[in-house]
């Protein structure tokens, strides 16, 4: 499965972005689609998982500020992010666990500046 992420850029704090991310292979809805994201020198993490049947998780630093969403017939997954913040500052990853193995997107950069 190839992952390729689109929406990062240049924002303003307290600007808005979404993020999307295209599967290239048919994606189960039970199977997790999440989003990471590693800011310079720190460790990739966590930031929202989707899987069918589940509620949504959020890390608590984007906890209401983040949604995440599927199209399962689109083989997508996207990240409405809003009230953005310098320290969101970082690569955004997307990631699906399956059956078949684990997949990583190459990342989409999104950079919360003035």
């Known amino acids: 499965v190839q992952l390729v992420e689109s929406g990062g850029g240049l924002v303003q704090p307290g600007g808005s972005l979404r993020l999307s991310c295209s599967a290239s292979e048919r994606v189960l809805s039970t199977d997790a689609m999440s989003w990471y994201r590693q800011a310079p020198g720190k460790e990739r993490e966590l930031v929202a998982r989707?899987?069918?049947?589940?509620?949504?998780e959020y890390a608590n630093a984007v906890m209401d500020r983040f949604t995440i969403s599927r199209d399962n017939a689109k083989n997508m997954v996207y990240l409405q992010m809003t009230s953005l913040k310098p320290e969101d500052t970082a690569v955004y990853y997307c990631?699906?666990?399956?059956?078949?193995?684990?997949?990583w997107g190459r990342g989409t950069q999104v950079t919360v500046s003035s």
């Open positions: 990631y699906v666990r399956s059956s078949g193995g684990d997949y």
């Open positions: 989707a899987r069918g049947g589940r509620d949504p």
